[in-house]
Every structure is written in structure tokens, then in C-alpha cells.
């Protein structure tokens, strides 16, 4: 591991979003703040800064990673996807950001970006997950607003979308979030 000198100041290059991107910083900058502050991505949320809410949640290389936790010396090198970049290359929206518009699967917003990036690395990972696995991937993240079940069902239709299939059986009967069990005000999920 490379040790810096006090008061050291280093240069950090990495491709955010697609584009190759620098800036300096000391050795001991968050990459949630670096990203902020440094290179103007500032949909990148920071929430607790322990790694425990996952509202600053980035993609790095392709794997979700709390960015209040990472130095922005690691992320030398590496591949960033922000918010930010969800949509890069085309016109609107991404399937995801779309999906979680029309499931009403934010409310303040505020933790919905990293739970969109984590989401997109699940997605990358498992294409076709169960609503179980769905709600396992989310407790990572702290979401004070929607009680999680719109979320939940954009996932599972935007997986379904991807794969081809039709989307809109809602959540299973048992679940814990159907007929708003366990989520206070939201509506009943049935077949749309």
C-alpha cells in the first residue's frame, strides 16, 4: 500500500459516467467527496458517512460500493458510474429511473440514487431476482419515505421488462409489503 506525506496533494484520474475525468485532492479525501466537490457529480448523497444508510452508493468497476467508505486514491484508475450516468447515451431515463417514476418508488429522493446503483449492479448480476432477493439486496439501504414496496416492484418490472416478460403481477400475496402490510399509506398491490 502506498503511504503520502502530510498535507500531500495527489492527483486522482478515473472515468466517471463514460469520461475520463482528474482532479487533486488530499490522500485522505472521501470519494463521496471528491465526486461532490471535485468533479461536480453531485447526485452521489452522503447520508450517515459510516456506511450504513447506502444513500452514497456508486458503482465502482461495476461492483456497488458505499463511496463514504472509499478513498478517492483507490478509485485511481477505475471505472465511476454515478446517478449521473444511468441514463448515459441516451435520450431520458434509463429502464430503472423510469420504472422507479412510474412505481412512485421515491419520495424525498434523497436515498434513491444509491439505491439505484445498487440495484443496477444486482440487475447486472442476477437478471432475473425473486422479490425475496430483491428485499435482501435493499437492507443495505435506509429509506425513511417509501417503505421500500414501490421499489421493490420497479426492480422486479424492470427485470421483467428486460427479459422480455409481461410486468404488473405485483407482489406475491404473502409478501410483507402487499396490501400495505408493513407500509403504512401505500396502496394495494394487485394485478395492474
Not at 486522482?12 to 488530499?26: A, K, M
Not at 447520508?47 to 456497488?64: K, L, S, Y
Not at 442476477?126 to 420497479?154: F, Q, W
Not at 416478460?165 to 404473502?174: F, I, T
Request: aromatic share 4%; hydrophobic share 35%; with cysteine.
Amino acid at each position: 500500500m502506498k503511504t503520502y506525506r502530510k498535507n500531500e496533494v495527489v492527483r486522482i484520474e478515473l472515468v466517471l459516467n463514460g469520461q475520463r475525468r482528474s482532479g487533486t485532492c488530499e490522500p485522505r479525501t472521501l470519494l463521496s467527496d471528491f465526486l461532490r466537490q471535485d468533479l461536480g457529480a453531485t447526485g452521489t448523497h452522503v447520508g450517515c458517512e459510516h456506511g450504513v444508510c447506502g444513500a452514497c452508493t456508486v458503482n465502482i468497476d461495476g461492483v456497488a460500493g458505499r463511496s463514504c467508505m472509499t478513498l478517492a486514491v483507490q478509485a485511481e484508475g477505475c471505472r465511476v458510474e454515478t446517478v449521473e450516468g444511468l441514463n448515459a447515451g441516451q435520450e431520458g431515463l434509463s429502464d430503472l429511473q423510469e420504472a422507479f417514476r412510474r412505481n412512485h418508488a421515491l419520495q424525498c429522493g434523497f436515498c434513491t440514487a444509491g439505491i439505484m446503483m445498487s440495484c443496477t449492479d444486482y440487475l447486472r448480476r442476477n437478471p432475473d431476482p425473486s422479490e425475496l432477493e430483491v428485499r435482501e439486496m435493499l437492507s443495505g439501504h435506509l429509506c425513511r419515505c417509501t417503505g421500500y414496496t414501490n421499489i421493490v416492484k420497479a426492480v422486479l418490472e424492470t427485470a421483467a421488462e428486460r427479459l422480455g416478460r409481461p410486468h404488473g403481477a405485483g407482489l406475491a400475496p404473502d409478501s410483507p409489503g402487499h396490501a400495505g402490510v408493513g407500509d403504512a399509506g401505500q396502496s394495494r398491490l394487485v394485478n395492474a
